[in-house]
């Protein structure tokens, strides 16, 4: 996982993660808009650290039953976001019921994965 140095909710996230059973390795680079070009991560759907997952991009807060989802149904994409910084997403640990989207992404955009 690639995250802003001292970025608090990101290694929330990566601690969930690793509460269901990933193992998670954290990168602080200089340049996070330079590992999101890397990984072609939209513009749209950045958020604050983006993660490698079985060569999938897992951009943001997604839950972890995205996650696996994802990885069991292997979709013809780059990977997966949470666009943004959505309260109430894993790693952000805020009282708040925000609804909030995820979605598959790739070279020809994006699609509505699933509504939280």
């Not at 839950?63 to 994409?77: E, F, G, R, S």
């Amino acid at each position: 996982m690639y995250k802003n140095p001292g970025c608090q909710c990101c290694q929330k996230w990566a601690n969930y993660l690793r509460q269901h059973g990933y193992k998670v390795s954290v990168n602080e680079p200089d340049n996070m808009p330079a590992i999101k070009a890397k990984y072609h991560v939209p513009q749209d759907m950045q958020s604050c650290h983006t993660a490698i997952i079985n060569g999938y991009v897992v951009e943001g807060h997604v839950p972890i039953q995205d996650i696996n989802q994802l990885l069991q149904k292997h979709p013809a994409v780059v990977g997966i976001a949470a666009p943004g910084m959505p309260a109430s997403s894993p790693g952000m640990n805020t009282a708040l019921n925000e609804p909030y989207n995820v979605y598959l992404f790739s070279g020809n955009g994006s699609t509505l994965f699933r509504q939280h």
